[in-house]
């Protein structure tokens, strides 16, 4: 079974651009949880999303959104970015409240 | 709030020695703790995981402990190899609809294991 794939790896943006970065889950599974992680702050929990439906959000701004389609891949969005948003992009998926399986992230890069 | 930390931030041994990595826990509700790997340039990647109803549980070369009393998790690695080196992670989850696909991670501790 293929595990998590998360597009594209690596992305380079300036400030103020808006970013989408994309998460494809291992098959079966509907829960696609998105974390960000900086050298500074850890691993920090983004959103959740099940069935399409968000179910669970972190402490993060308006800017960071997210979505999920009905074949359980999903999407975060960064609008207005800033410097601070560098960071790797994790997302992790699972089936209902059972482990979750992490990609490969998306190194973001803010200039 | 809740924070999930781990004593020492690094660890070295050498190969064949074994490794314990502690973390300790805040959220006494939590009923769910899960330690990952991390090796450089890759995202997490799952080694064990305990339910609170259990204070032990083995797998291939790792055993996690879970002491609910003191809000303690370690995880115990046998006969450590230069491929364990990797950043290791303990995570909980809280109980309850708030917990939806949340993971509460711990800082990490660096392992390095000497041939």
């Known amino acids: 079974k293929a595990g998590v794939t998360q597009t594209p790896r690596y992305l380079i943006k300036t400030r103020g651009q808006q970013v989408t970065l994309s998460c494809s889950p291992i098959?079966?599974?509907?829960?696609v949880s998105w974390y960000q992680q900086t050298p500074g702050q850890g691993l920090q929990f983004l959103f959740e999303?099940?069935?399409?439906?968000?179910?669970n959000k972190g402490n993060f701004p308006g800017r960071f959104s997210g979505r999920q389609f009905s074949n359980s891949r999903s999407e975060m969005n960064v609008s207005t970015l800033e410097l601070g948003d560098s960071a790797l992009y994790l997302c992790?998926?699972?089936?209902?409240?059972?482990?979750?399986?992490f990609g490969p992230g998306t190194r973001l890069l803010v200039l | 709030g809740e924070s999930v930390g781990l004593h020492l931030p690094t660890l070295s041994v050498q190969e064949g020695d074994n490794s314990i990595i502690n973390c300790a826990y805040s959220?006494?509700?939590?009923?769910?703790f899960i330690w990952y790997k991390q090796e450089s340039g890759k995202g997490p990647q799952f080694i064990i995981d305990?339910?609170?109803?259990?204070d032990k549980r083995q797998g291939q070369r790792v055993t996690v402990l879970l002491n609910k009393t003191v809000k303690h998790l370690s995880l115990q690695i046998a006969a450590t190899q230069p491929g364990d080196s990797a950043v290791y992670f303990c995570?909980?989850?809280?109980?309850?609809?708030?917990?939806?696909?949340?993971?509460?991670f711990g800082q990490g501790t660096i392992l390095t294991v000497h041939p």
């Open positions: 992790a998926s699972s089936m209902q409240q059972e482990t979750q399986y």
């Open positions: 098959s079966g599974h509907r829960s």
């Open positions: 999303y099940f069935s399409e439906t968000q179910r």
């Open positions: 959220n006494s509700a939590s009923d769910y």
């Open positions: 305990i339910r609170s109803n259990m």
């Open positions: 995570a909980e989850r809280g109980a309850g609809g708030t917990s939806y696909g949340k993971l509460t």
